[in-house]
């Protein structure tokens, strides 16, 4: 009844007092208290794992909802708050009693959560910098798993080239301005020169006739 409770109907918890309420029952006979005293450890291991697993979900649809908020629109200070969140949410799930396999399996998909924002802001919103600073964080903390190490650094590499080229043009715009400012500058002094020439000519004639 207990492993039907748990396989069947997903009772695992109705299951688990079910067995726990067995052991003092059949604590005399030594086969069946260890049968009961190892499906209660099973079960109690079990419950325990999809508690954390629940918790680990909860912490990647909240991340996703960050993530869908930031990429229509992003500050410095959101960025730095979503690289926090994920970095921590990160960190949990690295600690949770679970199957190694099924922790690198959320822990990927948390890190694609965060990519697909970067790839959104350096593509659609010209926020490069952002993109690189989100870039860099997956790198040092999910460079640890082999699937995705290669992309990830392939992004933070292309962003920076990106960022280079972009801040390039950024100062060589500004250059540009700078001497298009310094020429209206010179000619509006040029003018004034002549108006000025163009004013106190005809009295220096007329005073310097008398």
Not at 13 to 27: C, D, G, I, N, S
Not at 182 to 189: D, S
Request: proline share 1%; with cysteine.
């Amino acid at each position: 009844l207990s492993l039907w409770l748990h396989n069947e109907k997903g009772l695992s918890e109705l299951a688990l007092k079910l067995v726990q309420a067995m052991k003092p029952v059949f604590a005399e006979l030594t086969d069946l208290a260890d049968m009961f005293e190892s499906d209660s450890d099973a079960l109690t291991n079990i419950i325990n794992g999809n508690k954390e697993a629940e918790k680990a979900v909860a912490e990647m649809n909240s991340i996703k909802a960050f993530a869908e908020g930031l990429k229509s629109y992003a500050t410095s200070i959101q960025i730095d708050e979503f690289i926090n969140k994920v970095k921590a949410a990160n960190r949990r799930i690295k600690n949770i009693s679970l199957d190694e396999e099924l922790i690198s399996q959320i822990r990927e998909n948390i890190c694609y959560i965060a990519r697909e924002v970067a790839i959104t802001l350096h593509n659609e919103k010209q926020e490069t910098d952002y993109a690189l600073r989100i870039a860099t964080m997956l790198v040092n903390e999910f460079g640890d798993l082999p699937e995705i190490k290669s992309k990830l650094t392939e992004d933070v590499s292309t962003l920076n080239q990106q960022a280079l080229l972009k801040n390039r043009i950024k100062l060589q715009q500004e250059a540009r301005e700078r001497e298009e400012k310094t020429k209206n500058i010179g000619c509006l002094v040029v003018i004034g020169i002549v108006l000025l020439i163009w004013i106190i000519w005809p009295l220096i004639f007329q005073y310097g006739g008398k």
